[in-house]
């Protein structure tokens, strides 16, 4: 009864290695290629004239992207503003005061929306809500405004389901413990339940910004295209996303470079928000 | 009386808890062989070392020697797949794959390349006649073996380990949480299989080891007290410790 | 004054139901108005007549097309590739550095957005491997963004299956790979499939990514090399160009359909097979 020495097992196991280091090789060559066109321009150009310039004329030699780093920001906020109080208080809806075949059929319901894809999200952005700020706000209509509704809209799903599941992790004992203290229903929700169940919810906002702050489509289509620092919720701006998006398929030499720098900024605010969402999820586990 | 399994010296630990401190036995070839004590005795991870399932706990160290046939089982050139075909075990709890009677029984020839229907039929019909089943299922081959019924799961188990033809059967407290009828129905089944299979049949059960077994073996905190053959140690057991054993006076 | 806890927590509960509600009432009304703007101009002819006039005219075949080949491709290549991962994963290591570096990569693939996959699929593929905008470029792109949520859903789905399913089998002398693929995937297939299917939805909607490595020639893709356009896409240059609102909904309608059906298949699988034998 001796092993053979090389059995389809081992091969089995080597191919299933490969598959598995392939993750670690795809993300490599990821961030090694935008790197590698994204730094470049810093090294030419200065760190500080890009990230800090105010001025974005690429054809002409300034690279600044200050203005849309602000802008990339303020719909995230404002994407916050109007996404987590909403999603928070669906998510304690669902897990506090909904029976089992509300949250059955509500699950689907939340991926359904979550599958909508962004470009909907922003022609319906356009063809509605856009003109909505024009005509009761004023301005253009295509501002920091719009944006930050169509914004707050789409990451619901995913602050929903992640406070949800926080929520419902929390042990049915501490509430039945609140109950048999005389608290009603909402001081337990907010003296108990909130706080036991806080860096899930705070992992599910920053998850939600991390959205945000990604997202393309959606923004292009109703943020405008101003290059300048939006002064009010209604002037128009560009992010970060719509830049690359709006101009690499006709950018060459320098230009598409910037686009690569703006990449790196963007790549390196995202995985400095995962990061931290991630780290706020282990501390919830640890608990 | 052919020894058909001889440990020698065999050591086991986890860390720093010792499991198993020196055991020597040899277990006789058609026979069925009790391994009885209380809970934590050692005897279920000592069967675990016949058919390799050690393997899959983590940090165990082991010395000595497990030889089937004079043959060392233990050790890395051991080819356990093989092994397990001559080793079949029995769990206390009745796990049957969610598939179907037919499809159970036939997992283990079917691993073996034993693909035709002429020659599994056979073999799934005489392996659940032997563990006495087959009037009960001979009609629903194809229903799931889910909807058996405790004792029905059980004996589904032996009959799938039969299948496979091995040399020796393991079973670890099978009837644990069986009604007596099922319990009946499967020691019957036991004696009989002893006329070709090797057998050892774990047990907390005192009155079981006396009913169905040839020799028995009382293990005590991972210590072999005492092995002989079962009328023996039931009448007139050499050791204090063996006779409270077998009178209940703890376990 | 000191207000009533009582008719706080009676106020509260209806904040919370309005809410709940209005949510619900956006998802409504966003597949509301897609449906009622665009089925009037969908009909078979716009499935299967492909885009004229730079979409003015005609349907969206050449697009759809496009859609089925970027993806399913993508699934074939990315579920070997995620299942395996997912599998070497749970049974083929025990937690140490190495699986704890793994399961890094993965994290952060999943966050990276998809305008970033994009300009990835752009520089590497299009550009430096010499692709220019094809089917390839984009099935190798959207191949890693899914990646992730393949790895995982898969993980979940397998490690969900009993230990003691997998102690029967390795003690019926099933090797490991066996017991693998005649046990825990079947038993695992409905949550894995379930992953699929939301990979597929996801791909189906994209539009950053696929546009800068797939393009948006409106000619039908016969080849791996050829440039195509996704429904995705061709619906976003209809959208943003102005040129055809008609057209634009219809296109949104069968996105929407098509996500919609997909969903409800992956929840269909999901609860079929794990009552069949459970």
Redesign the interface.
Known sequence: ????TFS??HF??L???S??????L??F??FI??LA?GLPLFHKIGLKNIIFGFKWAPTKGSFGIFPMIVSSFLVTFGALIIGAP?GL??A???SE??GKRLKLF?K??L???A??????????G?I?IVPLVRNYFGGAGFSLLATSVILG?MI?PTV?SISFDALMSVPKTYREGSFAMGA????T?YKVIIPSAKSGILASFILGM??A?????AV??VAGNALKIPTSMLDPLRTL?SN??LE??YASGDHRLG??ST?VV??VI??T??YIA?FAIKRRVLK | MNIKIRIEELRLSFGKAEILKGINIDVYKNKITGFMGPAGSGKSTLISLINRMIDFEENAEITGRVSIDGEDILGDKIDEVQLRRRVGTVFAVPIPLPRSIYDNIAYGPRLKNRNERKELWPLVVESLKKAFLWDEVKDRLDSSALKLSGGQQQRLCLARTLALEPEIILLDEPCSGLDPISTAKIEEALNELKKDYTIILVSNNTKQIARITDYAAFFYMGTLIEYGPTEKLFTNPSERKTEDYIQGKFG | MRINPRFVDKLVKIGLNSQAFFTVGILVTIVAIIFFKGSPYLNMEFIFSSPEDMGRHGGIFSTIIGTVFLVLLSIFVATPLGVGTAIFLTEYTKESWFTKTIRFGVESLAGIPSILYGLFGFIFFVIKLGMGWSLMAGVLTITIMILPTIIRTSEEAIKAVPRNLRIVSYSLSATKWETVTKVVLPSAGPGILTGIMLSVGRAVGETAAVIFTMGSSLRLPTSLMDSGRTMAVHFYILAREGISMEKAYATALVLVLSILSINIIAYYIMNRVTSKYS
Not at chain 1, 1 to 4: A, G, H, S, Y
Not at chain 1, 19 to 24: G, N, P, Q, R
Not at chain 1, 115 to 124: E, R
Not at chain 1, 184 to 187: A, E, F, G
């Open positions: 009864m001796i092993k053979k389809k097992e089995v196991k191919v299933l290695i598959f598995a280091l392939s993750s670690l795809f993300l060559l990821i290629f935008i066109e909403l208080s669906c304690i809806y669902l005061y909904s509500l689907p319901a991926e359904l929306l599958g909508i894809p962004s470009v909907v999200y922003g022609f319906l356009v509605y809209v619901l929903i009603t229903k909402w001081q929700i991390g959205r702050i990604g997202e393309t489509m292009i289509m996303t690359i998006a690499l398929a686009l690569f990449g963007l790549l995202i995985m928000l995962n991630n």
